[in-house]
């Protein structure tokens, strides 16, 4: 009988939960919302707001788990990767209350808790699975043998799925992050309007700055072309009505390539291994397009597919929870002299 409080803050959303043998019994979250106005996340000012919302964030999620802080068992924290200004503040909180209550510290890779996300509620995946992870920073297909043993076996060459969707996003004007407005607008629009590439890459690897290059082209040429001109075929003013009579198939077409490009290659990756639980997780799993994707694609192929729920998808310390109880159960406890770090082996 273990109750486990975890902290999230590797990126810009502070987030605590509190689990109890693998139960999680609350899962608060706080975006931060002052990177909008620069397009994306600003370190220092992420580290700043961490360090204002993680005692109210911490202390909303023990009332919500209706415990008191002498009931926690031990305290878990996203040690790498991420933003260090970040993780630090989340890692030496952790730190003090550990030191402060006596109880055991448990440090958390933030890419694998997003995999043991899928972990969280019934029905859960059987091992071994395949789970492809997506997020801003991140794109990944990893093969989960047990809560202990993962291996990645195929990831982005270049830019994360995410940061397709929020560099399409920021070309089109729309504020950070882009993700989910792509998302809202391609339910409007037609797919199949715009047909941007496939990059050829060989084996599990993705790619996706070549479809983020062909989409600047496209809209500097007002849609007439996907190669780069001397001189673009429209003016600013025929670029920005384009856009605006466009969006909603722009966005739809944007998207429904991202979310080929990503089954494709988890489809080899099924064929490769043979394994038929499929899971995905991170912030892009968030995307309407690809939850729809991968369950008709599970239905057409046979396979047995896992989607967490929403706050298990984006950033939250839920998973950070479920992650440090495997960790708990095998007394898989950290030094008091642990660091975080912005990168992680796996
Ligand atoms: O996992 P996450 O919350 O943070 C990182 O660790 O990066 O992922 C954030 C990413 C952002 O790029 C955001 O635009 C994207 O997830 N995202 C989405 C959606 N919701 C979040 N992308 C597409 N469609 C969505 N609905
Ligand atoms: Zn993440």
Redesign the pocket.
Known sequence: MAYILAIES????TSASVCHDGEILSNIIATQKVHEQFGGVVPELASRAHMQNIVPVVDAAMKKAGIDIPSLDAIAFTQAP?LIGALLVGAEFAKSMALALGKPLISVH??QA?VLANLINDPKPEFPFLCLT?????TQIVECLSPYEMKVIGQTIDD????A??KT?KILGLP?????L???YAKGGNPLAYKFPEPKISGLDFSFSGLKTSILYFLQNAGESMVYKETFTADEATRKKFVAENLENICASV?QR?VSILLNKLKKAVTETGITNVCIA?????????RNGLTQMGEKHGWKTFIPPFEY????AGMIAISAYYKFLRNDFEAMTVIPSARAEW
């Not at 997506?134 to 991140?138: A, D, L, N, P, R």
């Not at 991170?282 to 690809?290: C, F, P, R, T, Y």
């Open positions: 590797s990126c810009d959303e991420g933030h890419m997003h997506v997020s801003g920073g991140h994360a799925a995410g940061e969707f929020d996003a950070y992050p882009g993700g989910p792509i998302d809202k998207q991202i991170g912030g892009v799993s968030a995307n309407s397009g690809l998808c984006t950033d939250n």
